[in-house]
């Protein structure tokens, strides 16, 4: 196989790894908001600080007891610019399936999730299959190439101390 169709074959080989494995999260996650979104209601709560990787972190009350969590967006100010000012925001919650809360509509989470995933599922998961088929083709065919008679070696022995064939002869 030459260098550079195996380097490309490898490439896609990766890709499809990587577009699979963002495509089935975030597919699974899209199908969770989505049950989420069955199940969800809503709270005033307060934005509390930045968290980690820049998430808003807020605090809310469920039932009387405060929760907190935090969230990379934040969709649902009540006033503008509430989401900087540690201001009041619109929280969804749900306890199904999970206890999961967000500052966006669980729907539309669903629905920006799953546009991410399907297509890289549709081309990480075909990319992934095909090239691991073509390379195993291509491996086969390279090794016909090197070892152009294999049914010459069938049957023999892969020591040397031991004969191909042994015979033996009644009555000595």
């Not at 049914?151 to 023999?156: P, S």
């Amino acid at each position: 196989m030459d260098d550079t169709v195996a380097k490309g074959l490898v490439f896609c080989i990766l890709a499809g790894i990587v577009g699979t494995i963002v495509g089935c999260w975030q597919c699974i996650s899209g199908h969770n908001f989505a049950v989420a979104a069955q199940h969800e209601f809503t709270a005033a709560g307060r934005i509390t600080g930045f968290g980690r990787h820049g998430a808003f972190m807020y605090k809310f009350p469920v039932n009387g007891v405060m929760m907190d969590d935090y969230s990379a967006v934040c969709r649902t100010p009540l006033a503008p610019g509430a989401c900087y000012l540690n201001e009041s925001v619109l929280v969804y919650y749900s306890f199904q399936p999970f206890s999961n809360s967000r500052l966006e509509d669980f729907s539309v989470a669903s629905a920006n999730a799953y546009r991410i995933g399907k297509p890289a599922l549709a081309i990480g998961l075909p990319l992934f299959f095909w090239s691991t088929v073509i390379m195993v083709i291509l491996s086969r065919k390279n090794k016909s190439k090197v070892d152009p008679d294999p049914e010459d070696r069938r049957g023999r022995s892969k020591s040397g101390d031991v004969p191909d064939v042994i015979h033996i002869v009644p009555g000595e």
